[in-house]
């Protein structure tokens, strides 16, 4: 007979007053970067905030274009634009707010091929890296590492050992 295989994916319900001091700012900073999204197609201001080893945070929005599909989502500017500027840095936290581009913030989760290029960047650091989204109601999803948006997801591991380039 089969076997089933089942997967669990642990994710902390949260408020604000459960973060530590270092995970407030990087929500706090998420929802401050929706200030700079360019959605002038959607009007959805997404903002995602990156916590580095040293303590500072680095920001993200998403930028949209009139080619639409040449926009990116705020995730992945954030992370592009870290590793194309400071790829020393060790990520150790990160979170992403959205709001209508006048409006309260609403719940989020990152698409698909954010998913990939966020499990991209953890498997590169060799270490988890803590998310932090908005849930329902106000609520704060905690999940322990990147890549538990993504099961079975394709990364690095999985080319041929002789293509897998130096990092
Ligand atoms: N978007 C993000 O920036 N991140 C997400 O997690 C979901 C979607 C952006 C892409 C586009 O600019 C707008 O939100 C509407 O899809």
Not at 23 to 30: G, M, P, S, Y
Not at 94 to 113: H, I, K, L, Q, Y
Not at 128 to 133: M, R
């Amino acid at each position: 007979m089969a076997q089933p295989l089942r997967l669990t994916i642990d994710v902390e319900v949260l408020t604000e007053a459960d973060l530590t001091p270092a995970e407030a700012a990087t929500w706090q900073a998420a929802r401050a970067a929706t200030d700079h999204a360019y959605a002038p197609y959607s009007h959805f201001h997404v903002g995602t905030a990156l916590l580095l080893d040293d303590g500072t945070l680095f920001r993200g929005t998403n930028q949209e274009n009139a080619a639409f599909p040449s926009g990116l989502c705020a995730e992945r500017t954030a992370l592009f634009g870290l590793a194309a500027t400071q790829p020393e840095r060790r990520i150790v936290g990160m979170a992403v707010a959205a709001r209508p581009a006048s409006g309260d913030f609403v719940s989020v989760t990152s698409c698909g091929a954010c998913r990939q290029v966020m499990a991209e960047y953890e498997h590169r650091q060799h270490q988890p890296i803590p998310l932090l989204l908005p849930g329902p109601n106000g609520s704060i999803y905690r999940f322990g590492r990147l890549s538990d948006l993504l099961p079975f997801g394709f990364t690095a591991d999985d080319l041929p050992k002789q293509r897998v380039p130096e990092v």
